[in-house]
Nanobody, 117 residues
């Protein structure tokens, strides 16, 4: 089964930038759907951005124009570039991918992003 490891979270001031990375075990060439979700304290987990193998992307309205999702199949990595960060972006960010064999979604352990005002 695919395994995912996120990195790149941290503390940043409002208006700043961070880039999250998600390293997938095995070849990403077989993984069609990948994405980033986030969960803030007391809130439900929500989709932030998603990307398909052909490069088609979609974003939550709250991050459009500020966040960019991309994937590098040669490095087995999907990225989330986050610019113009706001305090409301504070959350644990999770990488997810649909395993090509089981067709189930697998999740990383999460990485904390904290944006101070």
């Amino acid at each position: 089964q695919v395994q995912l490891v996120e990195s790149g979270g941290g503390l940043v001031q409002a208006g700043g930038s961070l880039r999250l990375s998600c390293l997938a075990s095995g070849s990403m060439l077989r993984i069609n759907d990948m994405g980033w979700y986030r969960q803030a304290p007391g809130k439900q987990r929500e989709l932030v951005a998603a990307i398909r193998s052909g490069g088609i992307t979609n974003y939550a309205d709250s991050v459009k124009g500020r966040f960019t999702i991309s994937r590098d199949n040669a490095k087995n990595t999907v990225y989330l570039q986050m610019n113009s960060l706001k305090p409301e972006d504070t959350a644990v960010y999770y990488c997810t991918a649909r395993d090509p064999i089981s067709i189930s979604w697998v999740w990383g352990q999460g990485t904390q992003v904290t944006v101070s005002s």
